[in-house]
């Protein structure tokens, strides 16, 4: 399965330069956590990293930061870690176990913006996959019960001493 098929194509963005005090209402108007912070120019969206709740209140808030004066751009600390949307979903979990993160950035062939892949999208995938499976197993134990009827075993015994 590619990463393209399972992760949100909504993604709500912040420019470098926006100050935290905006960006964190930003992320309380879409009940969000996570923003993709962005360069943009004309028709292309860079992303340049990823901000959450959690760094705005131990980088910020916890610090005594001024959130109108701070931008998401100066929070961005770490590498940002993106996988290609024609990826596959195997390769982007490993990316995440490797880098220790539960989100990556997808972006198409010119590295554009195209999505935000999250645990959570991988989790909702393989139960459905999960579920899948299950129902295979129990419909052949359906069927095997009904091409194969349950014997008597004790008669069967018997038939085969006589």
């Given at each position: 399965?590619?990463?393209?098929?399972?992760?949100?194509?909504?993604?709500?963005?912040?420019?470098?330069?926006?100050?935290?005090?905006?960006?964190?209402?930003?992320?309380?108007?879409?009940?969000?956590?996570t923003l993709?912070?962005?360069?943009?120019?004309?028709?292309?969206?860079?992303?340049?990293?990823?901000?959450?709740?959690?760094?705005?209140?131990?980088?910020?808030?916890?610090?005594?930061?001024?959130?109108?004066?701070?931008?998401?751009?100066?929070?961005?600390?770490?590498?940002?870690?993106?996988?290609?949307?024609?990826?596959?979903?195997?390769?982007?979990?490993?990316l995440m176990?490797?880098?220790?993160?539960?989100?990556?950035?997808?972006?198409?062939?010119?590295?554009?913006?195209?999505?935000?892949?999250?645990?959570?999208?991988?989790?909702?995938?393989?139960?459905?996959?999960?579920?899948?499976?299950?129902?295979?197993?129990?419909?052949?134990?359906?069927?095997?019960?009904?091409?194969?009827?349950?014997?008597?075993r004790r008669?069967?015994?018997?038939?085969?001493?006589?």
């Amino acid at each position: 399965m590619k990463v393209g098929t399972v992760a949100s194509r909504v993604v709500i963005t912040a420019p470098r330069n926006m100050p935290v005090a905006s960006a964190a209402r930003l992320m309380r108007e879409h009940h969000l956590g996570t923003l993709v912070v962005i360069d943009e120019s004309g028709s292309t969206v860079q992303p340049v990293g990823l901000v959450t709740d959690r760094d705005f209140m131990m980088e910020v808030l916890a610090q005594g930061v001024d959130p109108d004066v701070v931008t998401v751009g100066d929070l961005l600390s770490r590498p940002l870690v993106t996988v290609a949307e024609e990826a596959s979903l195997v390769e982007a979990i490993h990316l995440m176990n490797r880098n220790g993160i539960r989100r990556l950035v997808v972006v198409d062939a010119a590295g554009n913006l195209a999505a935000l892949l999250s645990m959570d999208d991988i989790v909702g995938v393989l139960a459905e996959e999960l579920t899948g499976i299950s129902q295979a197993i129990e419909s052949e134990q359906r069927t095997e019960r009904r091409q194969r009827p349950a014997t008597d075993r004790r008669a069967m015994r018997s038939e085969v001493r006589t």
